[in-house]
């Protein structure tokens, strides 16, 4: 009975997990749950959003055109219609314009997810979004630049001009992205809303394995399902956004990780996994953290399972006594507890 006692692995494997996440924490990287640590160690496939993910999501303006208004007032309608929104395009844009408005000019602000927005600015009907957008409201007439997200204006049916957005992507994320294919992810895969200009540049500059641009949200959902639809057994797909139209995904994803500064709070609710301070090589932290937990746990399976096996052999041949039985139960708790503390000692 005292051989039998399962305290080393009933104590054992709670505890390397609380550490394991613990020691996530510190390093700013919030883990729901131990199922999400198991679930990171056996990440194959990682699918990146652009914007806010892998770019920075502070947009700065390289150029405005303007028709029929002056350029400063396309900046002004734009940022109007835009001012109410949380999307990083329109945050972008309300600190370059820099000057407070007037919100009560805006009325009846409308997001278009994955395209723009609509609003009534002094009364009159402007769309702000990208050449989807125009499309949608029948605007044939204008023109795209090469690279650079293009935000264009239309009001009362006329377009008015744009604006040409740049992004950069975050310092760290190539150095990043590689040691993630070297901690055993093998597919890198990029959804984006944006220009396929901007998407392929992104994804040729890091050297991402597929790209997929110009999608909508729920597209972007049907690009993840079809990953999870063909993956192979036990292979994990993590999807990471930072929740500004990609909750859905991150909901649906075998882990999901969020962006904890950037982030919306829709993203946090969502996620499985919080990066508090926005930088993809936590998830290679992330990632050693949960290798080093389920091994550990394994060592202190096997070990236990096994000591205590032999003891219980030699007591059905009463070769054993009671000490060695109280050996087994309570050293062996004892020396797997310490094997998880010695797993999490020190930095990763
Ligand atoms: P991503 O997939 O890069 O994170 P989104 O799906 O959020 O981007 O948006 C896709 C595209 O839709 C943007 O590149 C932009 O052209 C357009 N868009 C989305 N929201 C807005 C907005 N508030 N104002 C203007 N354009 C927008
Ligand atoms: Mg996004």
Redesign the pocket.
Same mark, same amino acid.
């Given at each position: 009975m005292v051989i039998s006692c399962p305290c080393a692995l009933v104590i054992s494997i709670p505890v390397s997990f609380f550490l394991a996440i613990s020691k996530a924490a510190k390093n700013r990287i919030l883990i729901k749950g131990s199922i999400f640590l198991e679930m990171l160690a056996k990440v194959k496939t990682a699918i990146f =959003?652009? *914007? /806010?993910?892998l770019t920075k999501g502070k947009f700065v303006i390289k150029e405005i055109y303007s028709f029929n208004l002056s350029k400063e007032e396309v900046l002004e309608t734009i940022c109007l219609a835009?001012s109410k929104?949380n999307?990083?395009?329109?945050k972008s844009i309300k600190e370059a314009y820099g000057k407070p408005l007037n919100l009560n000019r805006v009325e009846n602000v409308k997001?278009?997810? #994955?395209? #723009? +927005?609509k609003a009534l600015v002094d009364k009159r009907e402007v769309f +702000? #979004? $990208?050449f989807? &957008?125009l499309k949608e409201i029948g605007i044939s007439s204008f023109e795209e630049d090469e690279l650079g *997200? $293009?935000?264009h204006l239309v009001v009362e049916g006329k377009y008015c001009g744009k604006i040409v957005l740049q992004d950069e992507i975050k310092t760290n994320v190539e150095y990043a992205l590689k040691n993630i294919k070297k901690n055993g992810v093998e597919k890198i895969v990029m &959804? *984006? /809303? =944006?220009?396929k200009v +901007?998407g392929e540049n992104v994804a040729r500059n890091l050297n991402l394995d597929y790209v997929f641009c110009e999608? &909508?949200?729920y597209e972007?959902v049907e690009k993840l399902e079809s990953f999870l639809k063909n993956r192979r057994e036990k292979e994990i797909v993590a999807f990471i #956004? =930072?929740g +500004? $139209? =990609?909750a859905a995904s991150l909901k649906l994803a075998d882990v999901g990780i969020a962006m904890g500064a950037i982030g919306s709070d829709a993203a946090m609710e969502a996620c499985d996994v919080v990066l508090m301070d926005d930088d993809i090589n936590k998830i290679n932290i992330a990632i050693l953290i949960a290798k080093r937990v389920v091994r550990t746990v394994k060592q202190n399976v096997v070990f236990s399972l096994s000591f205590k096996g032999l003891i219980f052999i030699l007591g059905i041949f009463g070769l054993t006594n009671i000490w060695l039985a109280i050996f087994s139960d309570v050293g062996v708790s004892i020396l797997a507890i310490l094997n998880a503390f010695r797993a999490f000692k020190g930095k990763f």
């Open positions: =959003d652009k *914007t /806010g993910t835009e929104l999307h990083p395009i329109s997001e278009i997810f #994955g395209k #723009g +927005v +702000v #979004g $990208n989807k &957008l *997200t $293009n935000i &959804l *984006t /809303g =944006d220009k +901007v999608l &909508l949200p972007k #956004g =930072d +500004v $139209n =990609d």
